[in-house]
T-cell receptor
Framework: DAGVIQSPRHEVTEMGQEVTLRCKPI?????LFWYRQTMMRGLELLIY????????DSGMPEDRFSAKMPNASFSTLKIQPSEPRDSAVYFC???????????FGSGTRLTVV | AQSVAQPEDQVNVAEGNPLTVKCTYS??????LFWYVQYPNRGLQFLLK??????LVKGSYGFEAEFNKSQTSFHLKKPSALVSDSALYFC???????????FGKGTKLSVIP
């Protein structure tokens, strides 16, 4: 298995533009998580899915953020419109039951200028 | 609510010396505890976990961690540090009935040749 695959690795966009981050979890994993990492706030859980259903989106900072999981092998995190304070590294992780721990993707480094 | 504290932002240790990275946690019920490592520009990699059983857990790359219920701690240790151990280390916890991993802010470990 290639692990959790995220794209793009790097994204630079202008303020106000729409940004879409993509994630392909490990096949067979039933949990998918989106995290954001910044120097100031560390790792923050944004949202997680179980069997493609969003379970807890309380970490999504505001309505500009949305996430979908249309099937078991694909998820997106969208920011519209983007702002400079959204600049961070966004990680996707998947898990086969939470007690086994998560497998993280390599992350998407987002820079909003 | 569950939380993790890593009291040291940075730990410096000489190569060949033992290292300890500290972690304390707060959860309801029995904790499930994890350590992850992050190398520059990479995602988080799983090191080890405590679910139940022996309080001393052995993991990847010679690392181990000791679960101490009375002190609510799960410190990461290694008998002899390598320069290649230099990275960012995260402690994480899942509480009973939860499905989401809560991370500490991370500790930067620098091993000095």
């Amino acid at each position: 298995d290639a692990g959790v695959i995220q794209s793009p690795r790097h994204e630079v966009t202008e303020m106000g533009q729409e940004v879409t981050l993509r994630c392909k979890p490990i096949s067979g994993h039933d949990y998918l998580f989106w995290y954001r990492q910044t120097m100031m706030r560390g790792l923050e859980l944004l949202i997680y899915f179980n069997n493609n259903v969003p379970i807890d989106d309380s970490g999504m900072p505001e309505d500009r953020f949305s996430a979908k999981m249309p099937n078991a092998s694909f998820s997106t995190l969208k920011i519209q419109p983007s702002e400079p304070r959204d600049s961070a590294v966004y990680f996707c992780a998947s898990s086969l039951k939470s007690l086994y721990g998560y497998t993280f993707g390599s992350g998407t480094r987002l820079t909003v200028v | 609510a569950q939380s993790v504290a890593q009291p040291e932002d940075q730990v410096n240790v000489a190569e060949g010396n033992p290292l300890t990275v500290k972690c304390t946690y707060s959860v309801s019920g029995n904790p499930y505890l994890f350590w992850y490592v992050q190398y520059p520009n990479r995602g988080l990699q799983f090191l080890l976990k405590y679910i139940t059983g022996d309080n001393l857990v052995k993991g990847s790359y010679g690392f181990e961690a000791e679960f101490n219920k009375s002190q609510t701690s799960f410190h990461l240790k290694k008998p002899s540090a390598l320069v290649s151990d230099s990275a960012l280390y995260f402690c994480a916890v899942i509480g009973a009935g939860s499905y989401q991993l809560t991370f500490g802010k991370g500790t930067k470990l620098s091993v000095i040749p």
